[in-house]
């Protein structure tokens, strides 16, 4: 069984930085693309980032293009969000999530991602 466990949320001012972590297991992590999307309070859960299996490919909304990085170590099964620059804008609770597939680069859509994390909070 799939299970994504985010990490690293908490308290940050605007113009600071923040690491999010998501712990994978339940299968080969290396195989399969992971992105992070995030909801706001009254908004709906739109994208941030994508990675591929291997680390090479990433893809960012132009909200977050240039303050965050995505990235993962497949040795530790766990995929990283970098945030820097932080805006009050940027409130939100964050989700990791993968695709049901392997080999298949996901995009922006919610409906290409099959699993999901319990979320991990940022706030101003």
């Known amino acids: 069984q799939v299970q994504l466990v985010e990490s690293g949320g908490g308290l940050v001012q605007a113009g600071g930085s923040l690491r999010l972590s998501c712990a994978a297991s339940?299968?080969?992590?290396?195989?399969?693309?992971m992105g992070w999307f995030r909801q706001a309070p009254g908004k709906e859960r739109e994208f941030v980032a994508r990675?591929?299996?291997?680390?090479?490919?990433?893809y960012y909304a132009d909200s977050v293009k240039g303050r965050f990085t995505i990235s993962r170590d497949n040795d530790k099964n766990t995929v990283y969000l970098q945030m820097n620059s932080l805006k009050p804008e940027d409130t939100a609770v964050y989700y990791c999530?993968?695709?049901?597939?392997?080999?298949?680069?996901?995009?922006?859509?919610?409906?290409?991602?099959?699993?999901w994390g319990q979320g991990t909070q940022v706030r101003f």
């Open positions: 339940g299968r080969t992590f290396s195989h399969y693309a």
């Open positions: 999530t993968a695709p049901n597939y392997p080999w298949i680069m996901t995009g922006p859509r919610q409906d290409e991602y099959s699993y």
């Open positions: 990675i591929n299996w291997s680390g090479v490919l990433t």
